[in-house]
């Protein structure tokens, strides 16, 4: 069965610094892998997604994400935090030939000022 | 572009009680979702529909929770009789057929006493 894993439960960066959230994966065939963020009361947003072609995804508010087959991974990036971006931040994957999505536990970013 | 509209966006109820929310997608969307999302997890998909179809509807307990969209664009879940395990957050989100990118609505906070 496809599941994601995101290893740290919260990630603590200075504003200013490039922030990385990490993603592994695990499917059976190609997968399709997609970062959203969502802040306080409010629903999910979608970042950015990994369906096929180039490996580095470019996606909104600056975020990108490497896809990395040989390491099963999909981090996301930002090469310079805001004290905005500070927010729950969920890795998915789409389940086989479907359109479910199965999302990871969640990383908790934090940036000070 | 109007987004996924949600309502009540917080409800409060006794164990026993029954519980209704509501979902309009976003306009044009053939397919929608029921997630919920209880504190510290990841969201989990309940139901999809295409129009006014099931198409997954594994994870939904059918004992207590139903679903329907009978015109093929609003949406209810309903909760008869509620647990204290239903507290969560129950999240819509809508999808293009063949697009593989789930748009969510703010959610509705749900907290069984």
């Known amino acids: 069965a496809q599941s994601v894993a995101q290893p740290e439960d919260q990630v603590n960066v200075a504003e200013g610094n490039p922030l990385t959230v990490k993603c592994t994966y695990s499917?059976?065939?190609?997968?399709?892998l997609f970062w959203y963020v969502q802040y306080p009361n409010r629903g999910l947003q979608f970042l950015l997604k990994y369906i096929t072609g180039d490996n580095l995804v470019k996606g909104s508010y600056g975020f990108e994400a490497e896809f990395n087959k040989s390491q099963t991974s999909f981090h996301l990036k930002k090469p310079s935090a805001l004290v905005s971006d500070s927010a729950l931040y969920f890795c998915?994957?789409?389940?086989?030939?479907?359109?479910?999505?199965?999302f990871g536990t969640g990383t908790r970013l934090q940036v000070f000022p | 572009e109007a987004g996924v509209a949600q309502s009540p966006r917080y409800k409060i109820i006794e164990k026993r009680q029954s519980v209704a929310f509501w979902c309009n997608p976003i306009?044009?969307?053939?397919?929608l979702y029921w997630y919920q999302q209880i504190l510290g997890q990841g969201p989990k998909l309940l139901i999809q529909f295409q129009n006014n179809g099931v198409v997954d509807d594994s994870q939904l307990p059918k004992d207590r929770f139903s679903a329907e969209r009978l015109k093929g664009v609003d949406s209810t879940l309903k909760i008869q009789p509620a647990k204290l395990e239903d507290s969560a957050v129950y999240l819509c989100?809508?999808?293009?057929?063949?697009?593989?990118?789930?748009?969510f609505g703010p959610g509705t906070r749900l907290l069984v006493l």
């Open positions: 989100a809508s999808s293009l057929v063949l697009v593989e990118t789930q748009y």
């Open positions: 499917v059976s065939g190609n997968p399709y």
């Open positions: 998915a994957v789409r389940e086989g030939n479907t359109d479910k999505l199965i």
């Open positions: 306009s044009g969307h053939a397919t």
